[in-house]
Nanobody, 128 residues
Framework: QVQLVESGGGLAQSGDSLTLSCAASGRIVHLFAMSWFRQTPGTEREFVAVATRSTDHLHIADSLKGRFEISINIAKNTTYLQMNSLKPEDTAVYYC?????????????????????WGQGTQVTVSS
């Protein structure tokens, strides 16, 4: 099993920056990719960003490019989500996810079904 623990959420004002961290532990040797999703009440989980552990592939949702960045520290088994110029509409629970299956990543990298490990989520609230 793989455990994912997010940290770094909290309160922010419009224009602020926050960095979320997600640390993976357990059977991580086969992890292929780590990603971030976000969700607000009554909506589906929305893809934010993904980083692969061995191919150095980074991808940000088109609507967030220019404001959000993802990075991964292989040695620390940690992925980071740098969020800049925050807006009230960025308010959500942010979830870290990971997969150890390349086929799942290849077919569903931007969808929740592409990932088989999930963190508990961290709340980000942005006030205007």
């Amino acid at each position: 099993q793989v455990q994912l623990v997010e940290s770094g959420g909290g309160l922010a004002q419009s224009g602020d920056s926050l960095t979320l961290s997600c640390a993976a532990s357990g059977r991580i040797v086969h992890l292929f990719a780590m990603s971030w999703f976000r969700q607000t009440p009554g909506t589906e989980r929305e893809f934010v960003a993904v980083a692969t552990r061995s191919t150095d592939h980074l991808h940000i949702a088109d609507s967030l490019k220019g404001r959000f960045e993802i990075s991964i520290n292989i040695a620390k088994n940690t992925t980071y989500l740098q969020m800049n110029s925050l807006k009230p509409e960025d308010t959500a629970v942010y979830y870290c996810a990971a997969t150890d299956t390349y086929s799942s990543y290849r077919s569903s990298a931007t969808m929740p079904q592409g990932y088989n490990f999930w963190g508990q989520g961290t709340q980000v609230t942005v006030s205007s």
